[in-house]
């Protein structure tokens, strides 16, 4: 039975729109109680399988070269491993020195895989003692509002996590949806007529780019 309700503990994960999950962890920039972190911003949330591995630190120092976009669409990166905090620090200093580039952001260190566990970051088919490669698209209310999994062997795509964010952030902002491969600047979807009333306003709209009644698109 133990057994039983660690491994269904490992296979949880959220949902999209649910709460995000509250933790204290340790982290490279000191404790945080998440549900108290980054107050009013959005937060990206990602986990990597270990450090000092070689698509690990592609990935980190994606996230730290473009740290600044992220900053301007008001949110705040955290990363994660089962690693130790010192084995962090080390990592963060060994790529320091070797690139320059530095992780200025806090990563949990997450040693008895708590969070992991919490999160779903664990696929015991994968690996039952590293973190496959998740992204948690978090609004300012802590409600899950995207999420992204890679296994371990495939490097994320930090031009698709910036755009997803944008497009959430842009989709709450004006009620709108987004087509495919929407990026800023682009067309918008507006919602479909939901009464004949709506029908014939949106018929009579010369403004909106009309593929079909209920398909239309318009500039913001």
Known sequence: MENSLELQQVNSMPRIGDQAPDFEAV??????KFSDFAKDKWVVMFSHPADFTPVCTTEMSGFATRKA????LNTELL?????SIHAHLGWVQNVRENTGVYF????????DMKVSKLYG???PNESETSAVRAVFFIDPSKKIRLMMYYPLNVGRNMNEILRALEALQTSDE???AMPLDWK???KVIVGA?????????RLADDSLEKVDWYLAKKNL
């Open 27 to 32: 982290t490279t920039k000191g404790k945080i």
């Open 69 to 72: 976009e992220f900053d301007a």
């Open 79 to 83: 990363g994660l491993s089962i690693d």
């Open 104 to 111: 200025d952001f806090p990563i949990i260190a997450d040693i």
């Open 121 to 123: 970051m664990l696929q």
């Open 174 to 176: 004006y009620k709108v």
């Open 184 to 186: 800023k600047g682009d």
């Open 193 to 201: 007529p939901k009464t004949l009333d709506e029908l014939n306003t």
